[in-house]
């Protein structure tokens, strides 16, 4: 076995500098794996399908869609989708893939948004404590916009279709120089839509 070759001082003089890459760190790779995965399960393609999509029911463009409004759907339609899973949609899907046939097999033509609940849940009236009390300042989560605030003076529980679920739902009493209180004096907020006004106050 030859004795590995050390390049003298004229030929390391002749080699091009080492170049050494920089480090990934750890939040890095998971922030590239994580869009990964986004783009693996088709999430973005969901996302850009619902802020343009249009038809005689609903208009992204002409309802506004934010982009909050977008991952709320995206998420709602995806519970919806791991709570309606059909065997014979499932083993179309299966064979098809197993077939290389993907392209082939009927779309999710069985898939429908549950119904509206009309009755309580059989467990009220135990079920979650409403967060917040009467009294209690509350504003609308904001997006980077300024958003209502006021004070809150009623709550009911009742069904939310956007999160096909019952909610705690409040009655707010706007504050006076609350954007919309020039018009409206008071307004109803869904429980995971507002937070203490405090929160911004004390940072």
Partial sequence: MSPPLIPNEQECSQMPPCISKPAITTQALHQIGYQQALKDFAFND????????????????????????????????????????????????????????????????????????????????????????????????????????????????SFAPHRCCWQWCYLIWLDADSPSAAWVKADIAWEDDIEPLETEETL
């Fill in 46 to 157: 969901l996302l850009h399908q619902l802020k343009t999509y249009s038809d005689a029911s609903f208009d992204a463009a002409w309802v506004a869609l934010t982009t909050q409004e977008a991952e709320t759907l995206a998420g709602i339609l995806i519970q919806t989708l791991s709570a309606n899973l059909n065997g014979n949609l499932l083993a179309a899907y299966l064979d098809a893939t197993r077939c290389k046939t993907l392209g082939t097999v009927n779309p999710l033509t069985s898939l429908q948004l549950p119904p509206p609940a009309t009755e309580l849940p059989p467990t009220f009236p135990d079920v979650e404590l409403p967060r917040y009390l009467y009294g209690d300042r509350l504003r609308w989560i904001s997006n980077g916009e300024i958003t209502d605030w006021g004070t809150a003076i009623g709550r009911f529980y």
